[in-house]
Structures are given as C-alpha cells and as structure tokens.
C-alpha cells in the first residue's frame, strides 16, 4: 500500500512537471503530427509527377495504352517521347527527365513468352528514385502477364515488394513504432539525469523512496503518453493515407503499451548511466538510428547483412514492427506472434532491472 | 543522555583531496550544534556521509543509533535535510511540493492535509501556497525548505548553511524557529560561515580544512581561547599592521572596524604591553587593551594558528 503510495507520488509529480513544461508538452503532439506527414509523404511512393521520357519501339496500340496508364498514375508525367535510343539517353543525362520508360519493339511477342518487355530507367544518383521504381513496379496496371521490370542501374527492383499494398498503408504502422521509439527514449533519457542537474536529487535520495518506486513512478505517466501518441499517429494515418485497423484496437494498445514500457526502460537505464541531460541525449540519439534503419521500417529486413540482422533482434522497435504490422494490417492476434511479445517483455525486464541496480541512493 | 550523532575517525577523500580529515563528533540530543568553517572545509561533505549520501573513506558515523551508511534507509525516516543549495521543484507550487514531500514519507491522506495546512501556517506560506517555488524569493524558499524537511516530524534535521542568501530580518526569524523545535524535542545540527549564528548554537565545532580544530560551547571557547587578545586603535591601522607583522610573540592580527584584534602568545603575562613595545615610536596609536576574546578570535585562532602548525610540520 505504502509502496503504491510513493509511486504514485512520483508518477503525479513527474505528471505534473510534465503538463507545465510546455516545450515538452508541444513536442508529445509535435512529433508525431511533424513525423506523420514527413515520413508519411517523404516514404510514400506517391510521388507525383516526376518528369519521364518515353522510348516507344514498339508503336503499338497496346504500347499506347501502357503509356497511358503510367502517366494516369500521376506518378509520372510524360515529358518527352524520344525517337531513337541516342535521343532516350541524352535526355536521361541533361536531367530533363528523372525516369526513362523503354517499351521494346516486339512486346506483343515477349508478352505472350512471359519475357521482359517493358524497362523502367531510374537515375542511380537519386536513390529515393529507387523506390518509385519499386512502387512503379507494385502497381496492378504493370502487373500484366509477363510485364517484369528491369532497371539500367543493376539495382534490383524487386516485383514482389510491396506487391498488393500501398507504402503508406505499410509505413504508418510501422512509423508508431519508430516516433514512440523516438519520443520515449528522449523523454526518459532526461527523467534522472534531469533531477541531478537541477539539484533536486540530492534530497529526493534523502527521502524514503526507493530505487523501484522512483523508476516505476518515472515511467508511468509516459506510458499514457505513449498511448495518446499512438492513437494520434493511427488517426492521422487513418485521416490522411486511408490506412486501415484490420486487427483489434485492444491488442494494438496493448502491444503498443509494452512497447512503451521497453522504450522508456531503455531510456531510463541512458539516464542511470550518463551525468548530464546532454549525455543523456547524445546516447539516447545513438540508440535510435540502429532502430531506425535496422528494424525493417526502412529497409527490408531480409536484404539486411547476417550482423545487422542480429543487432536488430536486441532492438525493441523490430518485433513492434512485426507486431503491430501483423495486427494492423493483417489482423493477426498478440497470442499468434509469442515469440516477438516474449522478446520485448524481457527488453523491459531486463532494462528495468539493470536501471534500478545501477542506480544507487548516494551520490558518489 | 545519549549521542543524536556519533563520529569516529571520520574521513572522506575525493581523488587527492582530503575533503573530511578523521573527524570525532559527538552531538548531543535535543541542542542546536554548529558546523562553522570556511567554504571547502568539509561542513557539507560531513553532512552527506550523516544522510548516507557519501560513503566515508574511513571511519563511521552513527546518527539516532544507526549506521548513517550501512542503515540509511531507517536513518532517512527519521532525518530531515535542508540541502545547501535549494533542492525543491522550481516547477511545483508551494503546496504541491509539500504535498509531495508528505506522500514519498507515507503519510496517510488525513496526516498529509493536516501537516501541510500546519505548516503553511506556521512557516508563514499562505500568502503564496499557490505558487510555483521558483518564483520564491531566497526568505521565502528558505522557509519552504524547512517546512518541507520539518513534514515527518523528524527526530533530527541537518541543515547545510540554511541562511546563505537570507536577508537578516530572515536570519533572526529563522533561527527562532530553530529554537522552537528544539524546543520541541529536536535535534539539530546547522552549518554556517556566519559568527553571530554560530554563537546562538548550544555547542559547535570548528571546521577547517576538513578537520575539528576546535569543538565546545560558544562561551567556553572564547573563554579557552589558546591566545590573549588585545585590541588597538590607531590612526593607520595598515601601518600599525605591518609592524607587527612578524613578531615572534604576535600569532594573527584581524582587522574589526576600525580596530585590530592582535592574537598574543598566552604565555606572555602582559600582552598589552608587548604590543606597546612592539608599536612605541612606529606607530601613533589611540588605545590599546586587552579585552575578552570573542568567538571570531576563536574562529581566527584555530584556523591560522592550526595553518601555522600545519605549515611548520
Ligand atoms: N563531489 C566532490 N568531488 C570532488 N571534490 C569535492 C566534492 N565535494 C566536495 N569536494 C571538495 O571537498 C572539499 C570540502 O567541500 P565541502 O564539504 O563542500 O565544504 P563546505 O561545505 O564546508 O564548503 C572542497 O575542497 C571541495 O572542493
Ligand atoms: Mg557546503
């Protein structure tokens, strides 16, 4: 009862510095709002009208229509239609146009063999290109018998990536996992350090608290924050890209909670270890980018070397990923993915544990 | 009657420097005790191996019966500690920090309205309850600080040099509340660079550089003083000054107003004419006596003069 009765304390205080913190207030709906529509739009590979120069052998009217289709898609406008392969490629190289569309002369004939007959030319220097080609590639009008995709920069374009989905509908998901990942560990990479630099630790040890009760109190408040960004970033997600909670909205809060709860550990253990909320900051920024790039929201996991897979697997934000997608997009349940649950309920068990010990009620 | 707090040997080093120096307390229950000591002389590094905060390099200390290290958690029941520098929350109001204070200490819901209303009353917080503490003023946050340290009822407070940067009229109320306590059944043990403080103690002990040079009641002290002292006006104090600079027999000169205080070998039987010896013809003075020793020569004595041996060792 006791016991309860100091978390709380700790937990309604931290709440309460919270709400008067207006920076830190604004930045619980800032960040993901900003991220949302950065990373929504950025990654999306609804891009629109890139210029695009067309190298038609084939002048056919099954070529025709292929051109109209791809132009329909907004994502590409028809600039230039060259009429030699010379002509294609200067275009290419002048930068008039970002994309080239080689549609080859037998294509009726290649069509009905099941070979490629149509090349999509992205420009290897801008690699965001990469993924407009990916998303060319996605879309149901190309996906006719036999129309695979090469591309003239050797990098693979995979035709399966991606296949049926939209982006944004893959990334939203994924992306309540990389802002929670962000925010919470910044939030409680500052919680300890904080008191110590601004003097109120040395009589906040002095008092009764104990280790469990000051860390478990810390992390309280930020798992309803937690949860309030989380419902923020699906309605956006929701409002702006259409995407769509197939799963149940109990498993996603709760799947999102221990998430939380595996963050915030981790930030608070930064917190045990570093002296000033600068310190604290720099680490907690050196533990977000491996989550970012290596937890499959960026790149596939699969592409990923055997070492960066591992790494990955130590990483909170990866088996959130696969859950959250599972539930969101496939409408999987918590208990189908035991394993991914499992791997992120020990995270916060041992992240905790290890913060508690390493924090100590004195001050040398 | 038994010991409030207990020191052997007491040491505490951080790298090279050797910040409490085998220190022996004893602190009687129930009476104000005086740290004085200028700043860096181990007063607050002494005061946070009582809380538990540090850990001793050598030696112990016992407060209420327990090992301040070993046993801090029940010493901290029993303790409260006004920290040197103001360590409530800027960004809570009066009422909320106090309200805090109650909840980490577990009192109960009914014990925790009941002793913040007392206090706010007592310490004279009304007026801003509702106000974030770091808008406070120094008084104000002073007061604060003990009303918050004061919330369990603790048996013994240790307060680390609680009137730096109180205006006097805060000083004087402050140190009535200090007697009220005791008054009451507390111990306490306050540190303080100011004489006049460390003359209202019921005993003290000087610190300097990190050892007790000198530890008794006030009175005592100036009564024990290991030196005579003799005070002299003249016309060019800094001139009068330089003369006796020096000699054999003269162990520290301070200046008091307009006036020296000149600390004279004791074993000399007229001080006051070795001075005039000393000064006749060199210097045209107005007066000199010998007067009682106050507890600034105390003060002076015992850290220049330790300084002396410590130098001549
Ligand atoms: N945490 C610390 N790290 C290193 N040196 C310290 C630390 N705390 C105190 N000291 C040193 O120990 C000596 C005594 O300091 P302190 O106890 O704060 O003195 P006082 O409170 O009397 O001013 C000083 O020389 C100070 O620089
Ligand atoms: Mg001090």
Same mark, same amino acid.
């Given at each position: 009862?006791?016991?309860?009765?100091?978390?709380? &304390?700790?937990?309604?205080?931290?709440?309460?510095?919270?709400?008067?913190?207006?920076?830190?207030?604004?930045?619980?709906?800032?960040?993901?709002?900003?991220?949302?529509?950065?990373?929504?739009?950025?990654?999306?590979?609804? @891009?629109?009208?890139?210029?695009? *120069? *067309?190298?038609?052998? &084939?002048?056919?009217?099954?070529?025709?229509?292929?051109? !109209?289709?791809?132009?329909?898609?907004?994502?590409?406008?028809?600039?230039?239609?060259?009429?030699?392969?010379?002509?294609?490629?200067?275009?290419?190289?002048?930068?008039?146009?970002?994309?080239?569309?080689?549609?080859?002369?037998?294509?009726?004939?290649?069509?009905?063999?099941?070979?490629?007959?149509?090349?999509?030319?992205?420009?290897?220097?801008?690699?965001?290109?990469?993924?407009?080609?990916?998303?060319?590639?996605?879309?149901?009008?190309?996906?006719?018998?036999?129309?695979?995709?090469?591309?003239?920069?050797?990098?693979?374009?995979?035709?399966?990536?991606?296949?049926?989905? =939209?982006?944004?509908?893959?990334? *939203?998901?994924?992306?309540?996992?990389?802002?929670?990942?962000?925010?919470?560990?910044?939030?409680? &990479?500052?919680?300890?350090?904080?008191?110590?630099?601004?003097?109120?630790?040395?009589?906040?040890?002095?008092?009764?608290?104990?280790? /469990?009760?000051?860390?478990? %109190?810390?992390?309280?408040?930020?798992?309803?924050?937690?949860?309030?960004?989380?419902?923020?970033?699906?309605?956006? !997600?929701?409002?702006?890209?259409?995407?769509?909670?197939?799963?149940?909205?109990?498993?996603?809060?709760?799947?999102?909670?221990?998430?939380?709860?595996?963050?915030?550990?981790?930030?608070?253990?930064?917190?045990?270890?570093?002296?000033?909320?600068?310190?604290?900051?720099?680490?907690?920024?050196?533990?977000?980018?491996?989550?970012?790039?290596?937890?499959?929201?960026?790149?596939?996991?699969?592409?990923?070397?055997? @070492?960066?897979?591992?790494?990955?697997?130590?990483?909170?934000?990866?088996?959130?990923?696969?859950?959250?997608?599972?539930?969101?997009?496939? %409408?999987?349940?918590?208990?189908?993915?035991?394993?991914? @649950?499992?791997?992120? /309920?020990?995270?916060?068990?041992?992240?905790?544990?290890?913060?508690?010990?390493?924090?100590?009620?004195?001050?040398? | 009657?038994?010991?409030?707090?207990?020191?052997?040997?007491?040491?505490?080093?951080?790298?090279?420097?050797?910040?409490?120096?085998?220190?022996?307390?004893?602190?009687?229950?129930?009476?104000?005790?005086?740290?004085?000591?200028?700043?860096?002389?181990?007063?607050?590094?002494?005061?946070?191996?009582?809380? %538990?905060?540090?850990?001793?390099?050598?030696?112990?200390?016992?407060?209420?019966?327990?090992?301040?290290?070993?046993?801090?958690?029940?010493?901290?029941?029993?303790?409260?500690?006004?920290?040197?520098?103001?360590?409530?929350?800027?960004?809570?109001?009066?009422?909320?920090?106090?309200?805090?204070?109650?909840?980490?200490?577990?009192?109960?819901?009914?014990?925790?309205?009941?002793?913040?209303?007392?206090?706010?009353?007592?310490?004279?917080?009304?007026?801003?309850? /509702? =106000?974030?503490?770091?808008?406070?003023?120094?008084?104000?946050?002073?007061?604060?600080?003990?009303?918050?340290?004061?919330?369990?009822?603790?048996?013994?407070?240790?307060?680390?040099?609680?009137?730096?940067?109180?205006?006097?009229?805060?000083?004087?109320?402050?140190?009535?509340?200090?007697?009220?306590?005791?008054?009451?059944?507390?111990?306490?043990?306050?540190?303080?660079?100011?004489?006049?403080?460390?003359?209202?103690?019921?005993?003290?002990?000087?610190?300097?550089? !990190?050892?007790? *040079?000198?530890?008794?009641?006030?009175?005592?002290?100036?009564?024990?003083?290991?030196?005579?002292? @003799?005070?002299?006006?003249?016309?060019?104090?800094?001139?009068? =000054?330089?003369?006796?600079? %020096?000699?054999?027999?003269?162990?520290?000169?301070?200046?008091?107003?307009?006036?020296?205080?000149?600390?004279?070998?004791?074993?000399?039987?007229?001080?006051?004419?070795?001075?005039?010896?000393?000064?006749?013809?060199?210097?045209?003075?107005?007066?000199?006596?010998?007067?009682?020793?106050?507890?600034?020569?105390?003060?002076?004595?015992?850290?220049?003069?330790? /300084?002396?041996?410590?130098?001549?060792?």
């Amino acid at each position: 009862m006791k016991w309860l009765q100091r978390m709380l &304390a700790v937990a309604s205080k931290e709440t309460r510095q919270l709400l008067r913190d207006r920076v830190t207030f604004g930045l619980i709906v800032g960040i993901p709002a900003m991220q949302i529509a950065l990373f929504g739009y950025a990654i999306n590979f609804d @891009v629109r009208d890139l210029d695009a *120069v *067309v190298l038609d052998q &084939a002048r056919s009217s099954l070529s025709r229509q292929l051109v !109209g289709d791809l132009a329909a898609t907004q994502v590409m406008r028809i600039a230039w239609q060259a009429d030699s392969a010379d002509e294609f490629d200067q275009t290419l190289q002048r930068g008039d146009a970002n994309i080239g569309v080689v549609i080859l002369p037998d294509l009726e004939r290649r069509l009905a063999d099941g070979a490629a007959a149509l090349q999509i030319v992205v420009d290897g220097s801008q690699p965001s290109l990469e993924n407009v080609a990916q998303g060319l590639a996605a879309m149901p009008i190309l996906r006719r018998p036999g129309a695979a995709l090469q591309d003239a920069t050797s990098v693979a374009v995979r035709v399966e990536y991606n296949a049926e989905k =939209r982006t944004a509908v893959q990334v *939203v998901p994924a992306l309540v996992g990389t802002i929670l990942n962000i925010t919470m560990v910044i939030f409680t &990479a500052g919680a300890i350090v904080r008191e110590r630099e601004r003097g109120n630790l040395e009589l906040l040890i002095t008092t009764p608290v104990s280790r /469990g009760q000051l860390m478990t %109190g810390k992390l309280l408040p930020y798992i309803v924050i937690g949860l309030i960004q989380t419902t923020l970033i699906l309605a956006l !997600g929701h409002a702006l890209f259409s995407v769509p909670i197939v799963g149940s909205l109990a498993e996603v809060y709760a799947g999102a909670a221990l998430f939380i709860a595996a963050t915030l550990a981790l930030g608070l253990f930064i917190s045990t270890v570093t002296k000033t909320q600068f310190q604290a900051f720099q680490v907690a920024f050196m533990t977000m980018l491996p989550s970012i790039l290596m937890s499959g929201f960026v790149f596939p996991f699969d592409g990923m070397p055997r @070492v960066a897979q591992w790494i990955a697997q130590l990483l909170p934000l990866t088996h959130f990923v696969e859950i959250i997608r599972g539930i969101v997009l496939r %409408g999987a349940h918590l208990w189908d993915m035991p394993e991914q @649950v499992a791997k992120l /309920g020990l995270f916060f068990a041992v992240m905790l544990t290890a913060s508690v010990l390493r924090f100590h009620k004195r001050l040398d | 009657m038994t010991n409030a707090i207990t020191a052997r040997g007491l040491t505490r080093r951080f790298g090279s420097v050797l910040a409490v120096d085998r220190v022996d307390l004893d602190v009687p229950a129930q009476q104000i005790y005086g740290f004085l000591g200028p700043n860096g002389s181990g007063k607050s590094t002494t005061i946070r191996m009582m809380c %538990g905060l540090l850990k001793p390099s050598a030696g112990s200390v016992t407060v209420l019966g327990h090992d301040a290290l070993t046993e801090a958690e029940t010493v901290r029941m029993k303790l409260g500690y006004m920290t040197q520098k103001f360590s409530l929350w800027d960004d809570l109001s009066v009422r909320e920090n106090l309200d805090f204070m109650c909840r980490v200490f577990g009192l109960t819901a009914t014990m925790r309205r009941e002793r913040v209303a007392a206090r706010i009353k007592e310490y004279q917080l009304d007026e801003f309850c /509702g =106000r974030l503490a770091g808008t406070l003023s120094g008084g104000q946050r002073q007061r604060l600080a003990l009303a918050a340290a004061t919330l369990h009822e603790p048996q013994l407070l240790l307060l680390d040099e609680p009137t730096s940067a109180v205006d006097p009229q805060s000083r004087r109320d402050f140190w009535e509340k200090l007697f009220d306590l005791v008054a009451r059944g507390s111990t306490i043990l306050v540190s303080t660079h100011y004489m006049d403080e460390a003359e209202r103690c019921h005993r003290l002990a000087i610190l300097d550089h !990190g050892r007790v *040079v000198v530890e008794g009641a006030p009175k005592q002290l100036a009564r024990d003083i290991d030196a005579s002292v @003799v005070e002299v006006e003249c016309v060019d104090l800094p001139a009068a =000054r330089r003369v006796l600079t %020096g000699e054999p027999a003269v162990l520290s000169i301070a200046q008091l107003g307009s006036r020296l205080h000149v600390l004279i070998e004791r074993s000399l039987a007229e001080p006051e004419r070795e001075v005039e010896r000393i000064l006749r013809g060199r210097c045209e003075t107005v007066t000199i006596e010998r007067v009682t020793a106050t507890l600034e020569d105390v003060f002076v004595a015992a850290t220049a003069l330790r /300084g002396d041996e410590a130098r001549a060792a």
